[in-house]
C-alpha cells in the first residue's frame, strides 16, 4: 500500500467495505479479532506523529497482531543509520509488514521495491507525496455520512473542496486520486503559491479565494488543511491574519454551504487559522469521525494485506 | 617508441587510408605501411575525445574515484583529455592543488588531466581565487569554475569574467540561481507536484544564463555555460550568440537521451543537477547540438559510492556516470538518427572542447605532424550497458539500454592506453 493510485475503484470500494465490518467490531464490547495472530507490525515512523501512529497501533492490536514502535526523529542521515539498514535490522526481528512515515517523498516506494526487505510495507506518509490511508478514510467518512446504504458504493456525484497548502500536503495529493477514482468531484482552493499546476490539472475546478469557491460550488462536503507556519516564513503567504481572512473556515462561510454538507479535517488543526472554534466544533464537522474511521480503515488494510497473503496491495 | 600502421582506418569525411604513428606524432595519411601493422578495417577513426566537464574526485572523495579509475574509464570512452573539475577538497583553488592533480593524472598515463580551477576560494562564492596563479602554475589553467555551485553573485561574475582576460581564460557558468532552487530535488512541473519532490525550475537555468551572457557582451569576455538542461537556455544562447557574444555552451549526454519521467520510479540513480527535464527539452538540446547552438558535449562525470544512492531520492547525492558512454550517445543522436555526420561528432566531442579550454595537443585533425591522440570506434557494434564499467562507482544511469558503437582502440601521445576493448595499464 504505496500509493492509492495502484489500487482499482474496485479494490479501494472493497477496502471500505470491509473498514464498515471492521467499524462493527469497534462497536463491540470486545474489540478484538484473531485474524492477524502471530504476525508482527512494524511502526517506522521517522515524523513526529502521535496520531497516525496510534491509529495504526490500535488497528493492529484490534486484529491481534504484535506491534513494534520504532520513532526516529528527523531523517535517517542525521540519524547516521540509512533508511535501508534500520528497515533490515527491523525486518531482522521478524516484521511481516512495516508501516513506514517519512519525510522523503518516495521512501515508501523504496522500501518496497528496492529489494531492501521482503516484508509488506504501508505507507503512511511520505513526504509531500501521499498518505493512502488518510484518502481512504476521508473517503469511508463521506460515503459513511452522505450514502444511506454506503456498501459497495463509490462516490459518484459528491462534490468535495479541499483548501488550504495543497502543494505541500500529502494528503491533498491522495484524496485527489482516491475521490476522482471514486467517482467524486473535487474542487482545490488556496493561494496560487501553494497550488501547483500540475494538481490543477487533474480537478475539476480550482480557486484562488475560498469565496469564490462557496458561491460557485455546490459542496458536499469542505475538507481544510492544516497551515504550517514554516510555509508563511517562506514567503508562500503573507500572515497569519491575510490567510484566515482569504481561506480560513468559519461560521458565516458555513452558513453559505448547502444544509448539511460536511467540515473535515485532517489534524491537528489550528483553531482560528484555517478554520474557526464554531465550526470545528459544529454538528455538522466530522473530525472525530475521521479519527475513529482511521482504525477500522487501517484494520482494512492490514487485514488485506497480512490475512489475505496479498504483498503490497 | 617504434612506429606504427593503423591500416585501413575510415576517416571522418569517409575516406579510407593508412595512419602511421611515429614518437606519438602522426607521421603520415595515405597509403604506406609502416612497422607493425593494426588492421583498424571498418573502424572509424576520430580525434581523440576531450571532455570538459570531469569529476575525478581527488584528491578528497577517492572512495568515489580516484584519477586513475576515472582516466581508465575516460580512455575507455574514447577520451584522450579530460577536464578535472574544481570541487575536490582541498579544493582546486591555488596552484599547488592544480598542479598535484596534473601529476597524478600524468602518473596515470592514460589521458591528460587538465585542471579546471576554482573560480572563488572554497567554491564558496565570496572571494575571488588565485587565478592568475593557477594560470601560470605547470598546470597552465584557463578554465574556471564553481561548478557544482554557481557563481550567483553578479559582482563577483562580473569581476571574475574580466580578470580572466588577462591570460585569455573562460569562466565555465554552472547555472543555477541558488534561492529558486532551494530545496529541489528534479525538474519543476507537473511530475514534480504529483511525486512531492521539490521543484528545480528552468528559469533559475535561464536568469543566470540570460544574466550572465549580458556580463559576458558588457565585459567582452568568454563565458561557457555548462550542462545546459532547458530548452529556453537554448533560445537565450542563440540570442547571445546573434548577437556575437562570446558565449559556448556545452550539454551532457543524459540531457540528450533521459527525461524526467524516470524520477517516477524514485531511484536516485535519475537524481541529477540540473534534474532530467521533459521530451521537450531534450528534444531542443538536440536540435540546438546539431545546428551549432551548443557546441560541445561535456559528461558531468559525477561518480557516487553506493551508499549515496542506495537511499530514499531525497538523501541520496546528485550526479551520474557518463566517460563510457558518452560517445555512443552522441552517436546515437548525431548519426543514428540520421540529422548530422560524424564531422560534427568530431567537433561537438573533440575539436570545439579542445578550444574551449585552449588544452595544447588536443582536437587536432588527423593528418601528418599531429599529437596523435586518437579514437578508433566500431560504429556497427552495439552494446547493451549493464555496469558502472571502470569508474571505481557504479551510479550508471544508461544501465539496460543498449546503445550504438563501441570504442576498440585509444591512443594517447601514440600509446594505445585502450586495445580491443582493454584499459592497457
Same mark, same amino acid.
Given at each position: 500500500m504505496i500509493s492509492v493510485a495502484d489500487l482499482s475503484r474496485e479494490e479501494a470500494i472493497a477496502l471500505l467495505d470491509t473498514a464498515a465490518e471492521m467499524a462493527e467490531v469497534n462497536e463491540r464490547e470486545i474489540k478484538k479479532l484473531p485474524s492477524l495472530r502471530g504476525k508482527t507490525v512494524v511502526n517506522l515512523?521517522?515524523?513526529?506523529?502521535?496520531?497516525?501512529?496510534?491509529?495504526?497501533?490500535?488497528? $493492529?492490536?484490534?486484529?491481534?497482531?504484535?506491534?513494534?514502535?520504532?520513532?526516529?526523529?528527523?531523517?535517517?542521515?542525521?540519524?547516521?543509520?540509512?533508511?535501508?539498514?534500520?528497515?533490515?535490522?527491523?525486518?531482522?526481528?521478524?516484521?511481516?509488514?512495516?508501516?513506514?512515515?517519512?519525510?522523503?517523498?518516495?521512501?515508501?516506494?523504496?522500501?518496497?521495491?528496492? +529489494?531492501?526487505?521482503?516484508?509488506?510495507?504501508?505507507?503512511? +506518509?511520505?513526504?509531500?507525496?501521499?498518505?493512502?490511508?488518510?484518502?481512504?478514510?476521508? $473517503?469511508?467518512t463521506l460515503r459513511d455520512n452522505l450514502h444511506d446504504n454506503p456498501q459497495g458504493k463509490g462516490l459518484d456525484g459528491i462534490s468535495v473542496a479541499i483548501v488550504g497548502d495543497i502543494a505541500h500536503s500529502r494528503v491533498a495529493r491522495s484524496n485527489i486520486i482516491l475521490l476522482k477514482k471514486l467517482g467524486a468531484k473535487v474542487t482545490l482552493v488556496g493561494p496560487a503559491t501553494l497550488i501547483p499546476g500540475g494538481l490543477s490539472a487533474q480537478v475539476d475546478a480550482t480557486f484562488f479565494?475560498?469565496?469564490?469557491?462557496?458561491?460557485?460550488?455546490?459542496?458536499?462536503?469542505?475538507?481544510?488543511?492544516?497551515?504550517?507556519?514554516?510555509?508563511?516564513?517562506?514567503?508562500?503567504?503573507?500572515?497569519?491574519?491575510?490567510?484566515?481572512?482569504?481561506?480560513?473556515?468559519?461560521?458565516?462561510?458555513?452558513?453559505?454551504?448547502?444544509? +448539511?454538507?460536511?467540515?473535515m479535517h485532517p489534524g491537528p488543526m489550528n483553531r482560528g487559522l484555517e478554520i474557526d472554534a464554531a465550526s470545528a466544533d459544529h454538528e455538522n464537522s466530522v473530525i472525530l469521525q475521521q479519527v475513529s474511521n482511521g482504525v477500522s480503515v487501517r484494520m482494512a488494510v492490514l487485514f488485506h494485506l497480512l490475512a489475505q497473503g496479498e504483498t503490497n496491495a | 617508441? !617504434?612506429?606504427?600502421?593503423?591500416?585501413?582506418?575510415?576517416? %571522418?569525411?569517409?575516406?579510407?587510408?593508412?595512419?602511421?604513428?611515429?614518437?606519438?606524432?602522426?607521421?603520415?595519411?595515405?597509403?604506406?605501411?609502416?612497422?607493425?601493422?593494426?588492421?583498424?578495417?571498418?573502424?572509424?577513426?576520430?580525434?581523440?575525445?576531450?571532455?570538459l566537464h570531469t569529476h575525478l574526485r581527488e584528491p578528497g572523495f577517492e572512495q568515489s574515484e580516484t584519477i586513475l579509475t576515472g582516466s581508465r574509464a575516460a580512455a575507455l570512452g574514447g577520451f584522450t583529455a579530460v577536464h578535472a573539475m574544481a570541487n575536490t577538497v582541498p579544493v582546486q583553488d591555488s596552484a599547488g592543488v592544480v598542479e598535484q592533480v596534473l601529476a597524478l593524472g600524468a602518473e596515470a598515463g592514460l589521458v591528460q588531466v587538465q585542471p579546471v580551477g576554482a573560480v572563488t576560494l572554497g567554491l564558496e562564492g565570496k572571494q575571488l581565487a588565485e587565478l592568475g596563479a593557477m594560470a601560470q602554475s605547470k598546470a597552465k589553467v584557463r578554465m574556471f569554475s564553481d561548478d557544482g555551485k554557481c557563481v550567483s553573485d553578479a559582482l563577483l561574475m562580473r569581476r571574475?569574467?574580466?580578470?580572466?582576460?588577462?591570460?585569455? &581564460?573562460?569562466?565555465? %557558468?554552472? #547555472?543555477?540561481?541558488?534561492?529558486?532552487?532551494?530545496?529541489? %530535488?528534479?525538474?519543476?512541473?507537473?511530475?514534480?507536484?504529483?511525486?512531492?519532490?521539490?521543484?528545480?525550475?528552468?528559469? #533559475?537555468?535561464?536568469?543566470?544564463?540570460?544574466?550572465?551572457?549580458?556580463?559576458?557582451? #558588457?565585459?567582452?569576455?568568454?563565458?561557457?555555460?555548462?550542462?545546459?538542461?532547458?530548452?529556453?537556455?537554448?533560445?537565450?544562447?542563440?540570442?547571445?550568440?546573434?548577437?556575437?557574444?562570446?558565449?559556448?555552451?556545452?550539454?551532457?549526454?543524459?540531457?540528450?537521451?533521459?527525461?524526467?519521467?524516470?524520477?517516477?520510479?524514485?531511484?536516485?540513480?535519475?537524481?541529477?543537477?540540473?534534474?532530467?527535464?521533459?521530451?521537450?527539452?531534450?528534444?531542443?538540446?538536440?536540435?540546438?547540438?546539431?545546428?551549432?547552438?551548443?557546441?560541445?558535449?561535456?559528461?558531468?562525470?559525477?561518480?557516487?559510492?553506493?551508499?549515496?544512492?542506495?537511499?530514499?531520492w531525497s538523501a541520496a547525492a546528485f550526479g551520474m556516470l557518463g566517460l563510457e558512454t558518452a560517445a555512443s550517445i552522441a552517436q546515437e543522436v548525431l548519426i543514428v538518427s540520421g540529422k548530422s555526420d560524424w564531422n560534427r561528432l568530431v567537433e561537438v566531442m573533440s575539436s570545439a572542447p579542445a578550444a574551449i579550454s585552449g588544452i595544447d595537443g588536443q582536437g587536432q585533425r588527423i593528418e601528418a605532424g599531429a599529437v596523435a591522440?586518437?579514437?578508433?570506434?566500431?560504429?556497427?557494434?552495439?552494446?547493451?550497458?549493464?555496469?558502472?564499467?571502470?569508474?571505481?562507482?557504479?551510479? %550508471? !544511469?544508461?544501465? &539496460?539500454?543498449?546503445?550504438?558503437?563501441?570504442?576498440?582502440?585509444?591512443?594517447?601521445?601514440?600509446?594505445?592506453?585502450?586495445?580491443?576493448?582493454?584499459?592497457t595499464k
Open positions: 515512523f521517522f515524523e513526529d506523529s502521535t496520531r497516525t501512529r496510534n491509529s495504526f497501533e490500535v488497528a $493492529a492490536k484490534r486484529l491481534s497482531a504484535d506491534v513494534l514502535n520504532f520513532t526516529a526523529k528527523g531523517s535517517s542521515v542525521s540519524k547516521g543509520e540509512s533508511l535501508k539498514d534500520t528497515a533490515q535490522t527491523l525486518e531482522a526481528m521478524g516484521a511481516d509488514v512495516v508501516v513506514i512515515r517519512h519525510p522523503a517523498s518516495g521512501a515508501a516506494q523504496a522500501l518496497a521495491t528496492r +529489494g531492501w526487505i521482503k516484508s509488506a510495507v504501508i505507507n503512511a +506518509g511520505d513526504g509531500t507525496h501521499e498518505h493512502p490511508t488518510q484518502a481512504l478514510l476521508d $473517503a469511508y479565494s475560498l469565496d469564490d469557491a462557496i458561491d460557485n460550488g455546490d459542496f458536499d462536503a469542505v475538507m481544510m488543511l492544516r497551515v504550517q507556519l514554516e510555509r508563511m516564513n517562506a514567503s508562500f503567504f503573507p500572515s497569519e491574519r491575510e490567510y484566515a481572512k482569504i481561506w480560513g473556515f468559519n461560521s458565516e462561510r458555513h452558513t453559505r454551504l448547502k444544509p +448539511g454538507a460536511l467540515i | 617508441m !617504434p612506429s606504427y600502421t593503423l591500416q585501413g582506418a575510415t576517416l %571522418q569525411d569517409g575516406s579510407v587510408a593508412n595512419i602511421v604513428v611515429t614518437d606519438g606524432l602522426i607521421q603520415q595519411v595515405g597509403n604506406d605501411a609502416v612497422g607493425e601493422i593494426v588492421d583498424v578495417a571498418g573502424l572509424v577513426a576520430l580525434p581523440g575525445f576531450v571532455d571574475a569574467l574580466t580578470y580572466v582576460k588577462n591570460f585569455d &581564460g573562460v569562466i565555465a %557558468q554552472h #547555472a543555477q540561481e541558488p534561492r529558486l532552487t532551494e530545496n529541489s %530535488q528534479m525538474n519543476e512541473g507537473a511530475l514534480s507536484a504529483e511525486l512531492g519532490l521539490g521543484g528545480w525550475p528552468a528559469v #533559475a537555468e535561464e536568469s543566470i544564463i540570460a544574466r550572465d551572457v549580458l556580463l559576458a557582451e #558588457a565585459t567582452g569576455s568568454r563565458l561557457h555555460i555548462c550542462h545546459l538542461s532547458t530548452s529556453g537556455s537554448v533560445d537565450v544562447i542563440r540570442w547571445a550568440k546573434a548577437k556575437g557574444i562570446k558565449v559556448t555552451a556545452e550539454v551532457t549526454p543524459h540531457h540528450l537521451l533521459l527525461t524526467e519521467e524516470l524520477a517516477r520510479s524514485y531511484d536516485p540513480v535519475y537524481k541529477v543537477n540540473p534534474p532530467l527535464r521533459t521530451s521537450k527539452d531534450v528534444e531542443a538540446l538536440r536540435e540546438a547540438l546539431i545546428d551549432g547552438t551548443i557546441d560541445i558535449i561535456a559528461t558531468d562525470h559525477a561518480p557516487h559510492p553506493t551508499e549515496a544512492k542506495d537511499c530514499e591522440n586518437i579514437v578508433l570506434i566500431d560504429p556497427k557494434a552495439t552494446r547493451s550497458i549493464v555496469d558502472g564499467g571502470a569508474s571505481k562507482s557504479n551510479n %550508471q !544511469p544508461f544501465r &539496460g539500454l543498449t546503445l550504438p558503437g563501441r570504442v576498440v582502440h585509444t591512443i594517447y601521445r601514440g600509446e594505445f592506453s585502450v586495445r580491443n576493448s582493454v584499459v
